[in-house]
């Protein structure tokens, strides 16, 4: 079992930064990778970015290249989420994810992630 706590949501003007925090607690040795996924009103979840737990590899979704950067701290068991330049577009429920079957790449779809945080909102205002 794994739990995963997200903090550092809020609301924000367009242009600024967030940075989400997600805390791992458990069996995070089992982890292969740690993702971010978001999810607006109405629409279906979708990843974000992920990060692998034992390596420093990294996917962006194209709509965050650039604007975003998803980092790690192993020994503390975290899982960064840096925002910049933030549109009204990022408005969502963001959720940190965890992936415990090795894989070639990285999974983009939710199904493929077993633990869940319960979401931390981001409101960007224009």
């Known amino acids: 079992q794994m739990q995963l706590v997200e903090s550092g949501g809020g609301v924000v003007q367009a242009g600024g930064s967030l940075r989400l925090s997600c805390a791992a607690s458990g069996r995070t040795s089992s982890t292969y990778v740690m993702a971010w996924f978001r999810q607006a009103q109405g629409k279906e979840r979708e990843i974000v970015a992920a990060?692998?737990?034992?390596?420093?590899?990294?996917y962006y979704a194209d709509s965050v290249k650039g604007r975003f950067t998803i980092s790690k701290v192993n020994a503390e068991n975290r899982v960064y989420l840096q925002m910049s330049s933030l549109k009204a577009e990022d408005t969502a429920v963001y959720y940190c994810?965890?992936?415990?079957?090795?894989?070639?790449?990285?999974?983009?779809?939710?199904?493929?992630?077993?633990?869940w945080g319960q979401g931390t909102q981001v409101a960007v205002s224009s």
């Open positions: 994810a965890a992936d415990v079957t090795l894989k070639i790449g990285f999974a983009k779809v939710p199904n493929a992630y077993l633990y």
């Open positions: 990060i692998r737990w034992r390596a420093d590899n990294t």
